[in-house]
T-cell receptor
Framework: SQTIHQWPATLVQPVGSPLSLECTVEGTSNPNLYWYRQAAGRGLQLLFYSVGIGQISSEVPQNLSASRPQDRQFILSSKKLLLSDSGFYLC???????????FGNGTRLTVT | SQKIEQNSEALNIQEGKTATLTCNYTNYSPAYLQWYRQDPGRGPVFLLLIRENEKEKRKERLKVTFDTTLKQSLFHITASQPADSATYLCASMDSSYKLIFGSGTRLLVRP
């Protein structure tokens, strides 16, 4: 069966520090991969998605970047965090086409 | 651009009653809508997908309808239980084939 791993679960970082969140998927090949952010009491905002290795689409201009160095690995990064980067970050995968998303358990990021 | 609108007010119902949550979309009619459940501090979990040519879909105590005339989907939980308490998210594909979500409706089922 397929599983998705996302870590860390919680993270507190000072303003200006770098960020690296990692997500890996097991049990499937060539998945679509996604990074979403959820502000408190708000909906999910799509940040990045990838349909293959090295293929990244950015949805909103921001302080963040994403990379897909391997087929089932998706990394969210920042060189310098801002207070506004605080939120709940969710990684997800899907098979190709109009299929449901499968989410990880998220990373709660607090920038202080 | 496509927007998904859900009632931001929490729905508070008595155990055993039917919960009905609403999802409205703007602009074009999507090929399908998806419903997810999200518990506090967890990622959303997929529940049901309904296509535009399907008027209704059921899964155990869950039922979803899709009305392209009203641009609306209704999500029903029959015989609700306290364990059904969660936030329920509606999602649709936008014109760029990416899944966009509503802000969700929180359901509270009182014992």
């Amino acid at each position: 069966s397929q599983t998705i791993h996302q870590w860390p679960a919680t993270l507190v970082q000072p303003v200006g520090s770098p960020l690296s969140l990692e997500c890996t998927v097991e049990g499937t090949s060539n998945p679509n991969l996604y990074w979403y952010r959820q502000a408190a009491g708000r909906g999910l905002q799509l940040l990045f998605y990838s349909v293959g290795i090295g293929q990244i689409s950015s949805e909103v201009p921001q302080n963040l970047s994403a990379s897909r160095p391997q087929d089932r690995q998706f990394i969210l990064s920042s060189k310098k965090l801002l207070l506004s980067d605080s939120g709940f970050y969710l990684c997800a995968w899907s098979v190709k086409g109009n299929s449901p998303l499968h989410f990880g358990n998220g990373t709660r990021l607090t920038v202080t | 651009s496509q927007k998904i609108e859900q009632n931001s007010e929490a729905l508070n119902i008595q155990e055993g009653k039917t919960a009905t949550l609403t999802c409205n979309y703007t602009n074009y009619s999507p090929a399908y809508l998806q419903w997810y459940r999200q518990d506090p501090g967890r990622g959303p979990v997929f529940l049901l997908l309904i296509r535009e040519n399907e008027k209704e879909k059921r899964k155990e105590r869950l039922k979803v309808t899709f009305d392209t005339t009203l641009k609306q989907s209704l999500f029903h939980i029959t015989a609700s239980q306290p364990a059904d308490s969660a936030t329920y998210l509606c999602a649709s594909m936008d014109s760029s084939y990416k899944l966009i979500f509503g802000s969700g409706t929180r359901l509270l089922v009182r014992p």
